[in-house]
């Protein structure tokens, strides 16, 4: 019975063949798979024979290969299980649960953001609400009722970009006074912040930059008031050593006028150091940081406000703000999103 002894050969050389598993891989495995039982494999090959068999001889050749073929079957699907294992045991070992974690990617707030929050908390904590306004805006707001006729050079089309003849991008943030009172009676005390744009794009200018406006009317407000309170709001932004100088300014929509400027905080108002001129104040000891004035009588008669009251107005640049407090030497990190700059902030 030659067949019966070829089949029983073929269990055992499988056996053989499998002993060295541990080098193999899965795609080794099946090719052996193939080579015993495929359609042209080994079994195959015996199997093909078994018409030279007469009639009696083949149950018992049938059976066998039958067997032989269950038990191949069985050792593929065993060592198929071993590789399986070690590539999983090879994976747990090449894990260190002792080392650290990987931190994931966080972000921070942009430095605009930080100034915004913190200016309008100060004010806050100085009785102002916050208040805002759109950003396309009409004529009428930005320039009109701000006491800004027509022919007023600040109406240029060098600066503003105009949606239509009448419609516009605010050019300051200026307009939400005159939404703020003719939505509120007096009084009244709110921040604004929000984006401004202009058309201007250089290394110092770029069309949308950042303004908080501040106003406060009342009975009796004074100049005083406007003093005080932006005195009170440098400090802490600055530093309690921070000098404060109001020099006389114009804006159309306030009079008196003053720009507002603070003791270079490089320098510490010295205008040199290591015997060069300062590098942020250029020499004068001072870098300014705002407008400000009392409300023009024309802007309380174009919202209606009666004519007893007063009251003061200020308009501040968030990113000029930000560069003194951070030391930032470039407007146009703003708007680059480089995330070594913004991580920075975190
Ligand atoms: N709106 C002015 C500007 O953009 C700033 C300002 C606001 C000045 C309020 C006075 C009062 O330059």
Redesign the pocket.
């Known amino acids: 019975m030659d067949l019966i002894n070829a089949l029983e050969g073929l269990a055992s050389e499988l056996r053989k063949e499998l002993d060295q598993a541990s080098l193999f891989s899965q795609e080794k495995l099946e090719e052996l798979r193939v080579d015993f039982l495929g359609r042209k494999g080994r079994l195959a090959q015996i199997m093909s024979k078994l018409s030279s068999l007469s009639p009696e001889e083949r149950p018992a050749v049938g059976q066998k290969a039958n067997t032989v073929k269950q038990e191949c079957s069985r050792l593929f699907d065993a060592c198929k299980q071993a590789i399986e294992a070690r590539r999983e045991a090879a994976a747990v070992a090449g894990f260190d649960p002792s080392l650290p974690g990987r931190t994931p990617w966080q972000g921070s707030l942009h430095p605009d953001t930080l100034v915004m929050e913190e200016v309008c908390g100060i004010f806050r904590g100085l009785g102002f609400d916050i208040a805002q306004g759109p950003e396309v805006e009409i004529d009428h707001y930005n320039f009109e009722a701000l006491n800004m006729p027509p022919e007023h050079p600040a109406r240029d089309m060098q600066d503003t970009l105009y949606v239509t003849d009448t419609v516009l991008m605010r050019t300051?943030t200026?307009p939400v006074q005159v939404r703020t009172m003719l939505a509120r009676r007096p009084p009244v005390a709110v921040v604004v912040p929000g984006k401004v744009y202009r058309r201007d794009s250089d290394l110092t200018h770029t069309p949308m930059f950042h303004?908080i406006?501040g106003l406060m009317v009342d009975r009796g407000i004074s100049m005083a008031h406007l003093c005080g309170m932006l005195t009170a709001f440098v400090r802490a932004v600055f530093g309690p050593a921070t000098e404060v100088r109001f020099r006389q300014s114009f804006?159309p929509?306030?009079e008196p006028?003053a720009e507002v400027d603070i003791s270079c905080f490089l320098c510490g108002g010295k205008g040199h150091g290591h015997g060069e001129p300062c590098r942020v104040c250029k020499g004068t000891g001072w870098v300014e940081i705002l407008?400000?004035?009392m409300v023009d009588p024309a802007v309380f008669a174009a919202v209606d406000y009666p004519s007893d009251v007063t009251g003061f107005?200020?308009?501040m640049g968030v990113e000029r703000i930000a560069m003194l407090k951070y030391g930032i030497g470039d407007l146009r990190m703003f708007f680059e999103n480089d995330v070594r700059f913004l991580s920075q902030f975190a």
Do not use: D, N, P
Request: charged share 5%; glycine share 22%.
């Open positions: 300051h200026s303004q406006e804006f929509f306030t006028s407008g400000c004035g107005a200020f308009g």
